[in-house]
């Protein structure tokens, strides 16, 4: 039954939660003036009237950029049609400085709030209008808007932007919705050596003395938040996709670490597939990818001119998983050009799907058209659990959700807006067919081109092709929340199933009962103890039981897995006898994605406290040694890293069994570091794991001598950025003399990297007057650090053992909470709440949380959720702890 009462309450209770900055009217009459409210975001009322009174914008901008300056300067000249004067008119621009502003020739008087300027209703008239600003704005430090870095090493000045959800306006006055797509021109004056790039090639430079002009054309419209402006003495390669020009950039100083020839192939490969999957050419005129320094994400879909962060860039050898994770954001941005910038979102309730569809092609494009072939195991271990643990959070939404304004369009760039979706994406390809799929988007794609759509554009061009009402699979699935439990049930006689069916439950307060398109795996022991596939049977399954019944007959399988090559977004409930057998012979399942599931099985009977976390550890020890595959070893890692830090809030390592725990899990990394071949990415992988576990005297011995080079492992090459590795983990346990190393080190490598790893092992000391001190640093507003160098403090602030200084310093985390909210962006305070709102598993600080929740109950999304899902996260700790003991 249609329950169109269910998502009309998530709507109303989502509504309610964030309709404080409403405007006064959200649908005025043509005649009743609208006042905006007077804050830092656009909300989403406001962003729906201006839609309706302005259209067929144009920018002309002129900027002048310097490398020893501390802002930049401009004026933008704003052609529209205005289609109504019922109300004054905004332009968005944030923090910055209006000198003056003229309409249509004339000029007129000022009225900037800090946030926008206003043009009075009563200076309006209908028709064609043209307003001019002349204005400057400071340069970034957390880099959203126009970033300006200096690099330590040759102390050359890069420049870059970055701009969504809502930050085109901290570089120009502008109307920064998606649904007003434009047109620019564009003219900037900056030093002669430096490189500038935008969204098309420049159509003429002059030279004038030490300076360049370079003058851009108008092109094809689209967003403000996809404008783009980057300049510097970029290191240029260049190539050619077909008709394609292509260009790749980076530091001068770290252009040696760039592997040049495998990043043109993958966007080579990845232009090839995405023009023939989508039926259509690549849209704009050349592909520029720039490599840029303390970027905030990971890249940027600016058209035409994609932003990467420079963290993806290592100083030594990459395993086949860091490559295969650098062409993975290759091709996902490159998914965007069509998805997200030829056709976009009308409003940031659309962000998931522009996200999720780039995280999907990604990996099609992956496995079907260059080496990586396994990258759908990756997007398990990774994208998917992250989506998995985002869904079961208390602040979980539906993956369509209302978005009231742009400070919650940012707080919701999670892993339900990535991987949730992005994993019911791959479903429906599943459910409608991988080629009726593609027929669908490739028509969506051609209907809206140059165009603003919302979720009915998408979903009809799918149902159109697929023949089929999508209506009810839209609502179970995008508009209701959570993640289904299913589990498969089967009884034999005489060898045969007799009958076998898979039942679902929801954790929803009000469940929803999903369809689903699923494989059953069925398994049968083989020779040498090995747990062989039987058959792998497609099935759609719906309501609280389907029952199998094309199974009846068939041969009675030992082992059977309801989501066999993780086609669904489920949860997989294994019945004990399945579960018993894991825990012993998780090995005998040949297939490596296969192994990781079966793992995140585990892992969560961990975190739901079904399975004591020594019970968890003793599967680890006794089976992870005979791991081969980098990505599942990868995933389990992660898990012994999660198991010592729950060992530590529950205060076992004093104990003689947390002692032995800890003991055997730093021993079993060394030995098998040790063993694996030379040069090899299991070496690496459990190099690195040693490292980041390591906490003996003997085992911090160890990582002296590999400093010093008295100590040396056959085969692995300790580059810089595994020497700060090791030097973090000795400066976190107070190794005497470590200033000093640092100290030495940071001469070594004066690289931006190595400045931020420094100050990561500083912040990592275990003293608290060191912490009190890099906490008086991150909460200074006056501080003159960048955002990038007090993330990498408050990221290292509390390693895993030093569980003590968060009790010590949870409430000066937490009393400044809310003025911080008042007081910093959306960038800032996503990096602190999510490095330093964390309890420490006792009564007292999930009543701490508490109260903090109800103090802050009227911060900014990002900020109340992330109080939240800390609380959630101190609760479950105590049931894990509580398990313990018993």
Known sequence: ??????????????????????????????????????????????????????????????????????????????????????????????????LEVSLNGKAIPVSYNRWFITIDRSLLQEGRQKVLVDFSHPYSRTGSGLYRF???????????????????????????QPDLKATYEMRVEAPRAWQVVTSIRESEVTVEGERRTWTFPADKKFSTYLFSLHAGPYQIWEAAADAVPLRLMARQSLAKYVDVQEWFEITRQGLEFFQTYFDIAYPFHKYDQIIVPDFNAGAMENVAAVTFSERYIRRGDYTPDERERIANVILHEMAHMWFGDLVTMKWWNGLWLNES?????????????????????????????WAYNTDEQLTNHPIELPVNNTDSGFANFDGITYGKGASVLK???????????????????????????????????????????????????????????????????????????????????????????????????????????????????????????ELAGAACPDFVYPNYADWAFVKVALPERELGLLKMHINAFDDPLMRSMLWRNLWEAVRDAKLPLTEYADIVLANIAAEINPKT??????????????????????????????????????????????????QKIWFDHYVSIVHSPEGLGKLTSLLSGEL??????????????????????????????????????????????????????????NKRLWLTKIQDEKTTLPLAKLRAAMGHLYPADQSEFRQALLSHVLEPLAELDRKRGQQYLRFYTRYLIKGYCTADSIEALRKAIDKNYRSSLGTTKALKIALQEDRRCLNIKALLTH
Not at 712 to 717: M, P
Not at 725 to 747: P, V
């Open 1 to 98: 039954m249609y329950n169109i009462q269910t998502v009309f309450i998530y709507s109303v209770l989502l509504l309610l939660l964030s309709c404080s900055d409403k405007v006064s009217n959200d649908k005025p009459d043509r005649d009743q003036a609208v006042t905006r409210a007077e804050v830092a975001y656009l909300n989403e009322a406001y962003a729906g009237i201006r839609s309706k009174q302005i259209a067929n914008v144009s920018y002309r901008l002129a900027l002048s950029l310097s490398a020893d300056e501390t802002e930049f300067s401009g004026t933008v000249e704003v052609e529209f049609d205005l289609l109504n004067t019922a109300q004054a008119l905004t332009l968005d621009f944030s923090e910055g400085n209006v």
């Open 150 to 176: 200096t690099d330590p090493e040759d102390q050359r000045v890069y420049i870059y932007s970055d701009l969504e959800p809502y930050d085109a306006n901290w570089i120009f006055p502008n109307f920064d």
């Open 357 to 385: 569809f780039a995280t999907f092609m990604a990996n099609l494009a992956l496995v079907e058209n260059t080496v990586f072939t396994r990258a759908w195991h990756t997007f398990f271990s990774r994208t998917k659990l």
């Open 427 to 549: 479903q429906l390809s599943y459910l409608i067919g991988p080629a009726v799929f593609r027929q669908g988007v490739s028509q969506y794609l051609k209907n809206n081109a140059y165009q603003n759509t919302e979720l009915d554009d998408f979903t009809s061009a799918l149902a159109t092709a697929a023949g089929r009402d999508l209506q009810e699979w839209t609502r179970q699935w995008l508009y209701t929340k959570g993640t289904n439990k299913i589990t498969a049930d089967y009884q034999c006689r005489q060898g045969k199933i007799v009958n076998i069916h898979v039942s679902q439950e929801s954790p929803e307060p009000v469940p929803e009962l999903r369809e689903h398109r699923l494989q059953l795996g069925l398994y049968k022991w083989g020779d040498h103890q090995q747990m062989n596939l039987q058959a792998a049977v497609p099935v759609t399954i719906s309501g609280a039981n389907t029952d199998i019944a």
């Open 633 to 682: 070893l990868n995933q389990v890692t992660r898990t012994i890293g999660s198991t010592i830090g729950y060992f530590h809030l529950s205060r076992m390592q004093d104990s003689h069994a947390g002692a032995w725990y800890l003991f055997r899990f730093e021993a079993l990394a060394w030995d098998n570091l040790l063993r694996y071949e030379k040069q090899s990415d299991l």
């Open 712 to 769: 040396t492992i056959a085969g692995l090459v300790l580059d810089q950025d595994r020497r700060w590795a090791l030097l973090e983990a000795l400066s976190a346990h107070a190794l005497a003399g470590i200033k000093t190393m640092l100290e030495r080190e940071l001469q070594r490598d004066p690289s931006s990297s190595g400045q931020k790893a420094y100050i990561a092992a500083r912040a990592a000391v275990p003293d608290l007057e």
